[in-house]
């Protein structure tokens, strides 16, 4: 695939992330697939590679989308992907499958998303309900309100 040019010394100043395009389907081994870094809704690098392959890109620290289309094949989406100073993020891209359409995958902070987020607000919920409940019985069976 094309490949973006790389500095040589990685130093604290620097920032990458990191795109592995993976799919399950050996149909899609050998399709090239464009992927595009989204920063705020615009295009800030792009470029193509091979599914099962990897492509690295340097990047400011901040809040990125990683888009992944191919002809004939559902295009996917990873919205909200932290890119930290001095570190590097990596993505799987994937597993890609063969269609149309549109998968977005969205994370939230620590790398969750948000129905993993979702899930967990409402174990928590259902957690505290149960220690209230419990706090209530207690101060019913003392005679307190």
């Not at 890119?83 to 063969?98: D, K």
Request: net charge negative.
């Amino acid at each position: 695939g094309v490949t973006v040019s790389l500095p040589q010394v990685m130093s604290a100043q620097t920032s990458w992330i990191t795109v592995r395009v993976r799919a399950e389907s050996e149909a899609l081994h050998g399709t090239p697939v464009m992927i595009s870094i989204i920063r705020d809704g615009a295009i800030v690098q792009q470029t193509e590679e091979w599914v099962n392959a990897e492509e690295s890109f340097v990047l400011d620290p901040g809040l990125y989308d990683v888009r992944l289309e191919a002809p004939g094949v559902v295009t996917m989406v990873k919205r909200g992907i932290t890119v930290t100073l001095g570190n590097t993020t990596t993505v799987v891209g994937g597993p890609l499958e063969a269609g149309k359409g549109l998968t977005i995958i969205e994370y939230a902070t620590g790398g969750f998303t948000r129905e993993e987020l979702a899930e967990r607000l409402t174990r928590l919920e259902r957690a505290m309900r149960s220690v209230e409940e419990a706090v209530d019985s207690l101060r019913a069976a003392h005679g307190r309100s």
